[in-house]
Structures are given as structure tokens and as C-alpha cells.
């Protein structure tokens, strides 16, 4: 799905525009003291975390780092192929450091703002010590580079400081491009809700084995959608690089459109409005999964 840049409700066709948030440094001091107990309390003593401790990042590092942004492919960061079924969503504080496996050098740069110039939605995946491991919107690589079996999704770890809790999410989106169908899942695996879609063709094909998020939505008819939302997810085109043209990245979306059956888009899930209208209810942050 190409993404658009809105301006004040009106759609600008044509380059994507990544607005520019402002790097700042990340200070980690040590975890506050804990109170002392009360007279006759047992406080019992928290086991020491594994993990390696954050490194002080100054501004002029993090300003410098490439933005794992929807187009990049950056050396470093970290696949990120099982499936997984919860999730925290998180707002950064500000532009955040990226860091790999060893947790000792940063990789890249984490906008606090997307391309919408609105606060980055950031999913948290499993917390260890002071780190949170989160999506990144970048691809591991690009599908002319791998034969056209591009793994989509990135993850990589973050500093807690740099975070701020938004909501956990109790639903999830999952995809079926056998069954040609997309479900709302609760926490307990139960379908609350299901409808037809239309998927990718065999040359395009909607990526299968992976998970992502709903990263963004916005209202822009000169795709064919009419008014209706599209729903932007942070998984990308395993089969080539821009199947839709310009450069957005071959990010996939759930949008409207007459056809809601069959192998028939680019990659992107063709919906119904009122399919359109039951993701278009759940936060930014829900897990986006496809079977």
C-alpha cells in the first residue's frame, strides 16, 4: 500500500516525507533506591538482572545513526521470526538509540515521530532489565537481494528510559491467505470476529510466517479506498522491493475495496467496510499476524 503524507486532512501525492524529530540524549541513571521497610515488614530482595547495563548515548551519536524507517535495510538489527501472540505498546520520549544482540554499540536511530509527523508507535515484544526488545519498522533485507523471500520484520533492543507506556493491547489481526479471511483473535485465541479478503496474487503474494503491527492509518481516496481508513502495517513485501512503484517501502495494508475475494492485490488485504471498520476500532500497536 503506498503511503501518503497528510497535510491538515488534505492527501499530498508523491514523495513520502519522514518528518525529523528532535535527537536527544538519553541520561540512564541507577534504579531508585527502594523505600525502607516499615517495622516488622519483609522486603524480600530482587534477584540482579543478567542484562548488560545501557551505555550513555549523547546527541550528537544518536543524530547520526541511520532511522530504521520502513525503507531501510541496516546492518545489525535483529531478525524477528516467531510468532507471538501479546504485546505493550509504547510512545518514545524522544529519538531513541537501536542497539543489536551484544547491546554494547548502537545500529540505529528510532524516530519519536513517523511519517504522519505523528508519535511513533513502538511494540514492545519482552523486557530484560533495563531494555524493552521492540518491532523496528525496518526490513532485514530487500527481496531483489534474497531472491524474493525477503524476511520482513526487524526487531532490536531499546533503552526502558527512552519509553513510555501507552496501553496493552487485548486483540489481535490474523490473516489467513489460505482460507482468504482476516480475524480479530481476543487474548485467549477465541475469534471474535470474521471476515473475507482479498490477497496477494501468486507473483505478489501477501508475506505468510510472520508477525508485524498496525502501525498507522489514515483516509487518502486517490488510492481507491474512498473514505474509508487504511489500516498501515508494518510488514513488507517478501517479494519485491516496490510492488506498487515510488518508494514506500512495499509496506502492507488492510484497506477497502470491491473485491474482498480471491489472489488478487499486490500483497495488500482487500476488505469490506465493515472489516475496515472492526480493525479501524483496535490501537495502533495490535499484532498484525499472517498464516
Not at 68 to 73: G, I, R
Not at 119 to 134: A, I, K, N
Not at 268 to 275: K, Q
Amino acid at each position: 500500500m503506498r503511503k501518503r503524507t497528510l497535510w491538515a486532512g488534505a492527501s499530498v501525492v508523491g514523495a513520502l516525507v519522514v518528518a525529523g524529530a528532535v535527537a536527544v540524549p538519553l541520561v540512564v541513571g541507577s534504579p531508585s533506591a527502594e523505600s525502607a521497610p516499615t517495622h516488622g515488614t519483609t522486603v524480600s530482595t530482587p534477584t540482579p538482572s543478567a542484562a548488560p547495563p545501557v551505555p550513555r548515548v549523547g546527541a550528537a551519536t544518536l543524530a547520526a545513526l541511520p532511522e530504521a524507517q520502513y525503507s531501510a535495510v541496516i546492518g545489525g538489527l535483529m531478525p524477528f521470526d516467531r510468532t507471538v501472540t501479546a504485546d505493550t505498546v509504547f510512545r518514545l520520549r524522544g529519538d531513541a538509540p537501536l542497539f543489536g544482540a551484544a547491546r554494547t554499540t548502537p545500529v540505529a536511530r528510532f524516530a519519536a515521530t513517523d511519517f504522519l509527523r505523528q508519535p511513533t508507535t513502538v511494540v514492545g515484544l519482552e523486557r530484560d532489565g533495563d531494555w524493552e526488545r521492540v518491532f523496528t519498522p525496518a526490513r532485514q533485507e530487500l527481496p531483489s537481494a534474497a531472491g524474493g523471500t525477503a524476511a520482513a520484520q526487524t526487531s532490536a533492543w531499546v533503552p526502558v528510559a527512552s519509553l513510555r507506556e501507552v496501553s496493552t493491547p487485548t486483540r489481535r489481526v490474523v490473516i489467513s491467505t489460505t482460507d482468504q479471511s482476516v480475524s480479530i483473535v481476543d487474548a485467549a485465541g477465541h475469534v471474535d470476529q470474521r471476515f473475507d479478503a482479498g490477497v496477494g496474487t501468486a507473483d505478489t503474494p501477501t508475506p505468510t510466517g510472520v508477525t508485524g503491527y498496525l502501525e498507522q492509518r489514515y483516509v487518502d481516496p486517490a488510492q481507491g479506498t474512498g473514505d474509508h481508513p487504511i489500516q498501515l502495517t508494518s510488514l513488507h513485501s517478501s517479494a519485491a522491493d516496490e510492488p506498487y512503484g515510488g518508494h514506500d517501502g512495499g509496506l502492507i495494508g488492510l484497506h477497502w475495496n470491491a473485491t474482498t475475494s480471491g489472489a488478487v492485490s499486490h500483497g495488500c488485504v482487500r476488505l469490506d467496510a465493515e472489516a475496515v471498520a472492526a480493525v479501524d476500532a483496535l490501537p495502533l500497536g495490535t499484532l498484525v499476524t499472517v498464516e
